[in-house]
C-alpha cells in the first residue's frame, strides 16, 4: 500500500484487514498489537523478517538501479535490527551494501542481536562523535541512505551522537528510506523530538502510525508505505486501535440516501443562532450550509437589529429575531423567545458571528443549558463557555467545532501545546465535557468522549480563510438534524467540507478560495459520496 504524498492521509487500509476501517496507531497500541502476535505463535524474529523485506523491496522498486552502495546506518534496538535484514537482503540480491552500527555489538540484544548474527557481514561501528566525520564522507557517496537508528518507542529528544547522526544525514543531501518511523519523529504526535531524519520514503509495518499521517509528520515521511507483516485481525480485535482515518467508501455509507416518500418534515429542521452587527455573514454561510447540506428546514435567528440585513440575503431559510443586546449583538432577554426557538428543532447550531458581550455570553450558556436537541457550538458559543462547566453539565448530545486558539482557551492552556499534541488535547477535551470534538485545522480531529478519534485526509491550506468554520458548523447541524449520531456527523461534515474545497481548488486554485465557493460545491460533493453523482474517491 502507498500513501501519495503530499496527502497525510492513506487512500486504503492495509490488505488483510476490515476494509471498512483505515486504522493508524499509536507506538504503545503497535507494541500490544506485536506483543499479541508473537504469544500467539508467530515469533519476534519472523515479524522482523517480514518488516526487513518488505523494506528491501520498497527500496529497490524505489532505485531499481544501485550502482553506489547503500548506507545503512542502525541502532542498537529492534529499528537496526530491521537494517541488518535489509541489508542481508540486498547483499543477496547483489546491491553493494555497507553496514554502520551506532554502539558496539555486543550492546545490542534481542531479536536485534539475532539479525546481527545473521547477516555476518562487515559492521563498522560508530561510538564517538569524532568518527561521524567518516561516517559523513560515506552518506555522501551513498546511493540510498537506510534509517535503521531509532523506532517507535523513542519518547525523549535527541541528542549526542545520535543527534549528530541525524544532523550528518540532513547535510548529505542523499535519498533516504526511513525504516518504520523518521528517527528523531514522535510516532505520536508527528513532532520531531528535537533533530529528526527527513526521509524521502518510510517503511513502515503493519499500520502507519499516528505522527505519520498528521501534520507536520506526514512531510517528514515523504513517500509513506506500509508494509504487511502479518499481524492478524484477532490482534486488532484484541487491542483495539482506537484513532482511523476517513475515507469516501466509510463516509459516504453514514448518511442513508433519501425514501422517494422524503418531505422536509422528514429532513431535519435546523436552528441557527448567529450573527452581529459586521459579522452577518457568519450567520448566512452557517444557515447556508445548513439547508446546502439536505436540511429540510433551516431557521436563522439573529439580533432583531440585523432582521432586514438577513432577510434581505436569505431565501430558503427562515428568520426569527432575537432580543437587543448592546452593540448590534443578541440577547437572552426573559428567555421567551429563544425557549419558542428551541422547541422542536432537530438540531442546534449556536455560535458563528455571535459576538462577545455579557448579554450573548448568557444566551449561549441558556441555550447550552436548556436545548435539548443536538447542539453545534462553534466560535463565540465556544468563547463564551470557555472558562465553566456549562459543556460538562449539559445533558443533551454536542458537537463542538474548536479551531486551535479556541481549544486553548477551552483548556485554559495556549496555542503552541494544542498544536504540539492535536490528536491528545482532542481526546481529553472529550472525555473531560463528555462531547464530541471537532479540532479544526490541517488533519481535522474528531474525538469522542470514550476515546476513538478519526482523522480526516480532505481539505487544502486554500482554506485558511474567513466564513470556513461557519459553513462547516451548519453542515454538521443539518446531518444532525437527519438523524446522524454526533460523531457520524462530524465526521460525514468534516469529510465532505474539505473534498468540496478540493473540488473548488482542483478547478480553480487554492488561492482566492471562499467559504461561499465551498458553500456551493456541498451538494455535489455529498452527491459523490452517496454515489449519486460521479466524482472524485477522495481517499477511497
Not at 429532513?267 to 446546502?292: E, F, N, P, Q, T
Not at 458559543?381 to 472558562?387: D, T, Y
Given at each position: 500500500?502507498?500513501?501519495?504524498?503530499?496527502?497525510?492521509?492513506?487512500?486504503?487500509?492495509?490488505?488483510?484487514?476490515?476494509?471498512?476501517?483505515?486504522?493508524?496507531?499509536?507506538?504503545?497500541?503497535?507494541?500490544?498489537?506485536?506483543?499479541?502476535?508473537?504469544?500467539?505463535?508467530?515469533?519476534?524474529?519472523?515479524?522482523?523478517?517480514?518488516?526487513?523485506?518488505?523494506?528491501?523491496?520498497?527500496?529497490?522498486?524505489?532505485?531499481?538501479?544501485?550502482?553506489?552502495?547503500?548506507?545503512?546506518?542502525?541502532g542498537k534496538g529492534n529499528n537496526g535490527g530491521d537494517g541488518f535484514v535489509v541489508a542481508r537482503h540486498l547483499r543477496r540480491a547483489r546491491v553493494p551494501v555497507e553496514v554502520f552500527l551506532v554502539g558496539r555489538t555486543d550492546a545490542v540484544g534481542g531479536d536485534a542481536a539475532t539479525m546481527l548474527q545473521r547477516w555476518r557481514g562487515k559492521?563498522?561501528?560508530?561510538?564517538?562523535?569524532?568518527?561521524?566525520?567518516?561516517?559523513?564522507?560515506?552518506?555522501?557517496?551513498?546511493?540510498?541512505?537506510?534509517?535503521?537508528?531509532?523506532?517507535?518507542?523513542?519518547?525523549?529528544?535527541?541528542?549526542?551522537?545520535?543527534?549528530?547522526?541525524?544532523?550528518?544525514?540532513?547535510?548529505?543531501?542523499?535519498?533516504?528510506?526511513?525504516?518504520?518511523?523518521?528517527?528523531?519523529?514522535?510516532?505520536?504526535?508527528?513532532?520531531?523530538?528535537?533533530?529528526?531524519?527527513?526521509?524521502?520514503?518510510?517503511?513502515?509495518?503493519?499500520?502507519?502510525?499516528?505522527?505519520?499521517?498528521?501534520?507536520?509528520?506526514?512531510?517528514?515521511?515523504?513517500?509513506?508505505?506500509?508494509?504487511?507483516?502479518?499481524?492478524?485481525?484477532?490482534?486488532?480485535?484484541?487491542?483495539?486501535?482506537?484513532?482511523?482515518?476517513?475515507?469516501?467508501?466509510?463516509?459516504?455509507?453514514?448518511?442513508?440516501?433519501?425514501?422517494?416518500?422524503?418531505?422536509?418534515?422528514?429532513?431535519?429542521?435546523?436552528?441557527?443562532?448567529?450573527?452581529?452587527?459586521?459579522?452577518?455573514?457568519?450567520?448566512?454561510?452557517?444557515?447556508?450550509?445548513?439547508?446546502?447540506?439536505?436540511?429540510?428546514?433551516?431557521?436563522?435567528?439573529?439580533?432583531?437589529?440585523?432582521?432586514?440585513?438577513?432577510?434581505?440575503?436569505?431565501?430558503?431559510?427562515?428568520?426569527?429575531?432575537?432580543?437587543?443586546?448592546?452593540?448590534?449583538?443578541?440577547?437572552l432577554g426573559d428567555g421567551a423567545v429563544v425557549a419558542r426557538l428551541l422547541a422542536g428543532r432537530g438540531a442546534v447550531v449556536c455560535g458563528p458571528g455571535l459576538g462577545l458581550n455579557d448579554a450573548t455570553r448568557a444566551l449561549v450558556r441558556h441555550v447550552v443549558a436548556h436545548a435539548t436537541a443536538p447542539l453545534v457550538l462553534d466560535a463565540?458559543?465556544?468563547?463564551?463557555?470557555?472558562?465553566?462547566?456549562?459543556?460538562?453539565?449539559?445533558s443533551g448530545p454536542t458537537v463542538i467545532t474548536p479551531h486551535p486558539g479556541e481549544m486553548a482557551r477551552l483548556l485554559s492552556t495556549d496555542t503552541a501545546t494544542v498544536q504540539a499534541d492535536r490528536l491528545g488535547v482532542a481526546r481529553r477535551l472529550a472525555s473531560r465535557d463528555g462531547v464530541v470534538v471537532v479540532l479544526k485545522g490541517a488533519?481535522?480531529?474528531?474525538?469522542?468522549?470514550?476515546?476513538?478519534?478519526?482523522?480526516?485526509?480532505?481539505?487544502?491550506?486554500?482554506?485558511?480563510?474567513?466564513?470556513?468554520?461557519?459553513?462547516?458548523?451548519?453542515?454538521?447541524?443539518?446531518?444532525?438534524?437527519?438523524?446522524?449520531?454526533?460523531?457520524?456527523?462530524?465526521?460525514?461534515?468534516?469529510?465532505?467540507?474539505?473534498?468540496?474545497?478540493?473540488?473548488?481548488?482542483?478547478?480553480?486554485?487554492?488561492?482566492?478560495?471562499?467559504?461561499?465557493?465551498?458553500?456551493?460545491?456541498?451538494?455535489?460533493?455529498?452527491?459523490?459520496?452517496?454515489?449519486?453523482?460521479?466524482?472524485?474517491?477522495?481517499?477511497?
Open positions: 500500500m502507498t500513501w501519495p504524498t503530499p496527502s497525510p492521509m492513506p487512500p486504503v487500509p492495509p490488505s488483510g484487514h476490515d476494509s471498512s476501517r483505515v486504522i493508524v496507531v499509536t507506538a504503545a497500541e503497535m507494541r500490544a498489537l506485536d506483543r499479541w502476535t508473537i504469544e500467539h505463535g508467530t515469533p519476534g524474529p519472523t515479524l522482523m523478517e517480514r518488516a526487513g523485506a518488505g523494506a528491501t523491496a520498497i527500496l529497490r522498486a524505489w532505485k531499481p538501479r544501485l550502482r553506489a552502495p547503500v548506507v545503512v546506518v542502525c559492521v563498522q561501528t560508530i561510538e564517538t562523535a569524532a568518527q561521524v566525520d567518516g561516517l559523513a564522507r560515506r552518506f555522501s557517496r551513498a546511493g540510498v541512505i537506510v534509517d535503521a537508528l531509532l523506532g517507535t518507542g523513542l519518547n525523549a529528544p535527541v541528542t549526542g551522537l545520535m543527534a549528530t547522526i541525524i544532523a550528518a544525514i540532513a547535510a548529505a543531501g542523499r535519498p533516504v528510506l526511513a525504516i518504520d518511523l523518521p528517527s528523531g519523529l514522535s510516532a505520536d504526535t508527528g513532532r520531531p523530538l528535537g533533530i529528526a531524519v527527513r526521509a524521502d520514503v518510510t517503511a513502515t509495518f503493519a499500520f502507519a502510525k499516528v505522527g505519520q499521517v498528521v501534520p507536520p509528520g506526514s512531510t517528514w515521511c515523504g513517500r509513506l508505505e506500509v508494509v504487511d507483516i502479518g499481524i492478524p485481525p484477532a490482534a486488532v480485535e484484541a487491542v483495539r486501535p482506537r484513532t482511523t482515518v476517513l475515507d469516501a467508501t466509510y463516509v459516504g455509507a453514514l448518511l442513508p440516501r433519501r425514501a422517494p416518500e422524503a418531505h422536509k418534515g422528514t429532513a431535519g429542521h435546523v436552528l441557527v443562532i448567529a450573527g452581529s452587527r459586521g459579522k452577518s455573514g457568519a450567520a448566512l454561510l452557517s444557515a447556508g450550509a445548513a439547508a446546502r447540506s439536505g436540511a429540510g428546514l433551516t431557521t436563522l435567528a439573529g439580533p432583531a437589529a440585523l432582521q432586514s440585513v438577513l432577510e434581505g440575503h436569505v431565501r430558503e431559510a427562515m428568520t426569527e429575531a432575537l432580543p437587543d443586546g448592546s452593540d448590534g449583538t443578541a440577547a463565540d458559543g465556544l468563547n463564551a463557555v470557555a472558562g465553566t462547566s456549562a459543556l460538562a453539565d449539559r488533519g481535522t480531529i474528531v474525538a469522542t468522549p470514550d476515546g476513538d478519534a478519526a482523522l480526516c485526509p480532505t481539505g487544502n491550506p486554500g482554506m485558511a480563510s474567513g466564513g470556513m468554520g461557519d459553513v462547516l458548523s451548519g453542515v454538521v447541524g443539518a446531518l444532525l438534524a437527519q438523524g446522524l449520531t454526533p460523531f457520524d456527523a462530524a465526521c460525514f461534515a468534516v469529510f465532505a467540507h474539505g473534498a468540496a474545497a478540493d473540488a473548488v481548488a482542483a478547478r480553480r486554485g487554492q488561492v482566492g478560495l471562499l467559504a461561499g465557493d465551498v458553500l456551493d460545491a456541498l451538494p455535489p460533493t455529498i452527491g459523490c459520496l452517496q454515489g449519486l453523482l460521479p466524482g472524485d474517491d477522495h481517499g477511497a
